[in-house]
C-alpha cells in the first residue's frame, strides 16, 4: 500500500475545521501582534508603526529606606511591593518639557509577579513570566520548550509564572483565559496546569463545553458554580488585570516572555532561552554571594535588567527566513498566470482579505513587469481563520474560474487584493460586495452566492491548506519562489536576488538537455518534502472480533478507539461517514472501545454498544453506535433502555448484560491494548495495510477533513503499490482525555 494512499486514509480522519494553526497576516514575527500594528520585521519592509505609549511605573525604593520598613516589622519579602506601591502614590507629576520623544534610560520597569499561576519556587532564581494566549498556535507551539526548560533547571533554580494576553483576533482566547483563572480561583494551582496543558494539547476545540469538561477533570468539583462563574464572568477582572500588566509591560503579541526582566519575544527555541536563563544564574549566584536574600533576587534583577535591557526587538532569525533550502512544492490545478515555460515559478499562498497580500502586490506586479516570461506566478488560496471575507472571496474567484476561465480569475484577484478592506464587515463577511466583484469580473451572481453559501470550492481550497501545513506556510503572504520560501510581503530587491539565482540555475538546466516543459519539475525534484509521518506498532492481542464494517478484506484497515459520551469523537463521525461513503469498498473500519473515566456514561454506553453487537451482530452494532453518537447528552439508563427497545433488542439479555457488565471484558481488552500503543485520549486512529505488523498514526478530531476533495485519482491509489509520499500528522492531542 502507497505511503500517499495512507495519508488520504489518515488526513480524513478528522472533524472538519479550518482553523487555528495561523498566527496572523504575518507570520515570521513567531509572535501575534495584539493591537494588529506590524512588528520590526514589517517596519523592515517599509510598514511604518505607530508609537506605542508605555506608562511609566515608579523606580525601585532606595536602599536606605527599603532597610526602614524591615526595621519597622516589614517582612523582606514584601518590601519592594509596598515600596513601590508608595512611591508610584507620591511620585510628582511630570513636567510637560520632560514629554519629549526622548528615550528614557532611567525609569526601572518591574514586571509583576503577584499571585499568579506559577510553577517552581517563589525563591527560585531565575523567574520566567510569560504572557500568552490560548488560542495563539505560537503559544501552543513553545510549551514543549519550556518543558524542556522545566526539565533541564528544576523547580528550585527557576520558576514560571502564567499572564494571560487574550488578542482580540481570537475570538476564544479571551473565554478560554477566563475559564482557566476560574479554575485557578476554586481549585488551585496544580488544577490550572492541568487545565492548561489540556487546553493547549486541544486548541480547535476551544468552547463552553470543553472547558467544563476539562474543569472538572482537573480537579473542579462545584461544577454548577464554576459553570455559572463563566456564565458571569466572575474572573473577568482577573484577565483584565493580567492585560493591563502586560499593557504596562510593553507587551504587543503572544508569546512574550521576561526573563528576570530580560524581554524574550515569541517561540523561541530552547538555546535562546538557555542562553538568558544562564546569565541570569550567574549573575543571582552573583548577588547571593554579595548577600542578597533569594527572595530578593527577582525583584532586584528585574529592575537592574529592565533598566539596562535595549528595547524589545523581533525574534532572530528562524526557519522561515531560510531563502536557500528547496521545497518539493506541487503546483497542481491551481490559478497560474504565465508561461508554462517560464524560468522561474513563484508560488504564493495568500489571502485575499489580507492587508500584507494586498500590499505586496505592486511588488509582484513590478515583478511581472520586470521578468516577462521568464517568471510564472501560482495561487494557492490560505484563508486565514480570523478574516472572515477570506474564505468567501476564495470561494468567488474559484467560482469565476470556474466560469470564465484563468484570466478572469486573475481580474478577480487583483479586484478582491484592491478592495480587501471591504470584504468583511467587522466579524462577518461582506458577501454582497464579494458577489458584485466576481460579477465584475464575468461570473454570475448568483452561481457566485451560491458557490458561498454552498461552499461548492471546498476541495481545491482544502488541498491548498492541507499544502500549506505540509510545508509550514503559516502566514501570508507565503512565497515559494522555485520551491525556496520566502516570507511575508518583502521589497522587490529580495524577491530580486532569489530570482536571479535561479534563473541562472534553470538556464544552466536548460544548457544541460532538460526540456523546458519539465523545468519546474526538474528545479525541485530534490527538494524538501512534508516531514514523515509519525509511525505506531499495533498493539499485541488486538481483538479479532471487534466490531467492523466496510470491505472486510480491503487492503487498508483504519482502527479507531473512540468513547460514545466523547464530543470530540461525535465531531468525528460525520467525517469517517464521508470516508466510508467513499471508500468503503476499499478501506476497513474497526471499533475499539475506549470508555474515558472523565465521562461518567462513556462505560455504560459501551457495554450498550457491545450487547447491540453480540445480539444483532454488526448491523446492530452500527445502528446502536450511531444512536448514541447521535444522543451524547442523553445516555443515562434509561436513555439508553429506550434505544435497545427501539432496536427491537430482547430485553432480559440487555438487561441481564447491563446489569451484570456481560461485556466488561471485552472492553477492557480495547482499553489495554490502547495503552499498549500508548494511546491516552480519544479519538485515535492506526491506519495499517493488511497483516502489516504497524501503521500510521493519527489522534485527535481536529485535522478537519483534509483530503475529502483530493479527488478520485488520488483515492485509486489506495492499496496499490506506490512510491512512498508520507503524510502530515495532526496536532498532538490530550495525554488524559478526551481530545
Known sequence: MSLASTRIAARLLAVAALAAL??????????????????????????EVPPVDKPKPPPPPPKAASQAKVAAGTPKNRVYVEMSKENKKNAPAAKEEEKEDKEDTTTVFKVPVGTSPAQGSPNALVTIVEFSDFQC??????????????????????????????????????????????????????????????????????????????????????????????DSHVWLETVDKDLNEGKTTGVQGTPSFFINGVFLNGAQPFD????????????????????????????????????????????????????????????????????????????????????????????????????????????????LPFHPGAEPAAQAALEVRTEKGDAAFWSAHDKLLAGHASLANGRDADVAAIVQIAAEAGASADRVRKAIDGHTHK??????????????????????????????????????AIIDDEIARAQALLDAGTRPGG?????????????????????????????????????????????????????????????????????????????????PDAALAAEAGREAYAQKGPTGFWAMHDKLFAN??????????????????????????????????EIEADEKTAGDAGILGTPAFLIVPANAPGGYFVNGAQAGGKLLSAGAGSVDQIGQPQAAQGFQRGPQFDAAGSA
Open 22 to 47: 495561523t498566527a496572523g497576516c504575518f507570520q515570521p514575527m513567531y509572535a501575534e501582534h495584539a493591537d494588529g500594528t506590524p512588528g520590526l520585521r514589517e517596519k523592515l519592509m517599509g510598514v
Open 137 to 230: 498556535p505560537y503559544c501552543a507551539r513553545v510549551e514543549s520548550t519550556l518543558e524542556q526548560i522545566k526539565t533541564t533547571y528544576g523547580p528550585d533554580t527557576l520558576r514560571i509564572v502564567w499572564k494571560n494576553d487574550p488578542l482580540p483576533f481570537h475570538p476564544n482566547a479571551q473565554p478560554a483565559a477566563e475559564a482557566g483563572a476560574g479554575v485557578f480561583a476554586v481549585a488551585g494551582n496544580d488544577a490550572f496546569w492541568k487545565f492548561h496543558d489540556l487546553v493547549f494539547k486541544n486548541q480547535s476545540a476551544l468552547g463552553r463545553e470543553s472547558y467544563l469538561i476539562w474543569a472538572q477533570e482537573t480537579g473542579v468539583t462545584d461544577m454548577p458554580s464554576y459553570a455559572a462563574g463563566l
Open 272 to 383: 535562546d532561552f538557555k542562553k538568558i536563563i544562564d546569565q541570569e544564574l550567574e549573575k543571582a549566584h552573583s548577588k547571593i554571594g554579595s548577600g542578597t536574600s533569594p527572595a530578593l533576587v527577582y525583584a532586584e534583577m528585574t529592575s537592574e535588567n529592565r533598566k539596562n535591557a535595549p528595547p524589545p526587538r523581533a525574534p532572530a532569525s528562524g526557519a522561515p527566513d531560510d531563502t536557500k533550502t528547496v521545497f518539493k512544492m506541487p503546483l497542481g490545478s491551481s490559478p497560474a498566470l504565465g508561461s508554462a515555460n517560464a524560468l522561474v515559478t513563484i508560488v504564493e499562498f495568500a489571502d485575499f482579505q489580507c492587508p500584507f497580500c494586498a500590499r505586496v502586490e505592486p511588488t509582484v506586479k513590478a515583478i511581472r513587469d520586470k521578468y516577462g516570461d521568464k517568471v510564472r506566478f501560482v495561487w494557492k488560496n490560505l484563508p
Open 459 to 496: 476541495g481545491p481550497l482544502q488541498t491548498d491548506q492541507d499544502l500549506a501545513d505540509d510545508f509550514q506556510a503559516n502566514g501570508t503572504p507565503h512565497f515559494f519562489i522555485n520551491g525556496r520560501r520566502l516570507v511575508g510581503a518583502q521589497p522587490e530587491e529580495r524577491f530580486d
Open 519 to 599: 523545468l519546474y519539475d526538474a528545479l525541485i525534484k530534490d527538494g524538501k518534502g512534508p516531514p514523515a509521518p509519525e509511525k505506531r506498532d499495533l498493539p499485541a492481542g488486538l481483538p479479532t472480533s471487534d466490531p467492523a464494517r466496510g470491505n472486510l478484506h480491503a487492503k487498508v484497515i483504519v482502527h479507531e478507539w473512540s468513547d460514545f459520551q466523547c464530543p470530540f469523537c461525535g465531531r468525528v463521525e460525520p467525517t469517517l461517514a464521508q470516508l466510508l461513503k467513499d471508500y468503503g469498498g476499499r478501506v476497513k473500519f474497526v471499533w475499539h472501545d475506549l470508555p474515558l473515566h472523565m465521562h
Open 632 to 665: 451524547q447528552q442523553s445516555l443515562k439508563r434509561s436513555d439508553l433502555d429506550s434505544y435497545a427497545q427501539g432496536m427491537g433488542l430482547n430485553p432480559d439479555r440487555w438487561n441481564a448484560a447491563l446489569d451484570g457488565g456481560t461485556h466488561t471484558d
